[in-house]
């Protein structure tokens, strides 16, 4: 038979590895644009600050830079935050994405609204 503290250390123990292996690794901006393929088509979260933002009607794209490096968001129907404004964004990954005669590269599709 366990302790007490034998068996309150099993729990807490089976309980921290039930919640680390709940958790999903945020990537990073570098790790998308480093391997944009391995991200394509899949619902992934960013944050960083905003800059670079475009739009109207509730359309455009921003950048977001989250330290490591910066990527294109095309919001539709979201709109666009201020330059300068900690984000947190979910969309899709998707590579030669055109905006306004322009070739974005890699881009996040946001797919929810911003945070």
């Not at 322009?102 to 946001?110: A, D, P, S, T, Y």
Request: a neutral charge; one cysteine or more.
């Amino acid at each position: 038979m366990l302790t007490p503290s034998a068996r309150f250390l099993l729990t807490a123990t089976v309980l921290l590895a039930l919640c680390l292996a709940g958790c999903t690794a945020r990537p990073s901006i570098a790790d998308i644009n480093r391997d944009p393929g391995r991200f394509a088509g899949k619902e992934i979260t960013i944050r960083g600050q905003s800059s670079n933002a475009y739009g109207g009607m509730g359309k455009g794209v921003f950048q977001v830079d989250d330290g490591s490096g910066h990527i294109w968001v095309f919001s539709d129907n979201f709109g666009v935050p201020g330059d300068g404004a900690e984000v947190s964004v979910t969309g899709r990954v998707e590579q030669g994405v055109n905006f306004g005669g322009r070739n974005l590269g890699v881009i996040l599709r946001e797919t929810q609204a911003r945070n």
